[in-house]
Structure formats: structure tokens, C-alpha cells
Nanobody
Framework: QVQLVESGGGLVQPGGSLRLSCAAS????????MGWYRQAPGKQRDLVAL???????NYADSVKGRFSISRDNAKNTVYLQMNSLKPEDTAVYYC?????????WGQGTQVTVSS
């Protein structure tokens, strides 16, 4: 049974930081491309950042220079460090594990940036 469990969301003031974690089980974590996506109310789910099995990363333009994705294969965990948060970063953040033939999603964690 595959599980992706996100944690670390919450309420933060503009300019603040949060670190999201996604713990995976039931998959060979190291071979998967891991990604973070977000979905704001009334909007589609968009890619935030991803990291391949070899460690290559890719970011949405809106978060470049502020967010950083990393992975710890020994802990089957992917992280998203979010700095200089803005109100427009408010969304539910989802973890994704992807191979060419399959994809798994976590349940999501709410991030709210507000004063």
C-alpha cells in the first residue's frame, strides 16, 4: 500500500518560512521523481518544484529563489523549504511520486500566508 504523508503546513505571516515534509512508504522511493504541487481555491493544481532520482531540480518561475526542494532517500522523505512567503503562496500543497507509468498523491497540507 502506497502512502505519501505530508506535514509542516500551517499559518505564517508574509515574509516567513515553512518547511514541508512528505514521508513515503510502499514504494522504492529512490527511483521516483518527487514533486510538490499546489492548488488554491478555484484554481488548477500546479507544479511548484520537483526533484528527480538523480537529484536534478525544477521550479515554477513564481517560486524560484524562494523555495528549495530536497530529498533524503535514507528516510524516504522529500522536503520543500519555503522562504519569503507571500499571500499568493496560500494553497493546499500536495506531494507527488512519479514514474513514467504511475503516479501517487498525498492528501495535501494547507499553507496559509496572511498577516
Amino acid at each position: 500500500q502506497v502512502q505519501l504523508v505530508e506535514s509542516g503546513g500551517g499559518l505564517v505571516q508574509p515574509g516567513g518560512s515553512l518547511r514541508l515534509s512528505c514521508a513515503a512508504s510502499g514504494i522504492i522511493f529512490s527511483i521516483y521523481t518527487m514533486g510538490w504541487y499546489r492548488q488554491a481555491p478555484g484554481k488548477q493544481r500546479d507544479l511548484v518544484a520537483l526533484i528527480t532520482s538523480s537529484g536534478s531540480t525544477n521550479y515554477a518561475d513564481s517560486v524560484k529563489g524562494r523555495f528549495s526542494i530536497s530529498r533524503d532517500n535514507a528516510k524516504n522523505t522529500v522536503y520543500l523549504q519555503m522562504n519569503s512567503l507571500k499571500p499568493e503562496d496560500t494553497a493546499v500543497y500536495y506531494c507527488n511520486a512519479k514514474l513514467p507509468v504511475r503516479s501517487y498523491w498525498g492528501q495535501g497540507t494547507q499553507v496559509t500566508v496572511s498577516s
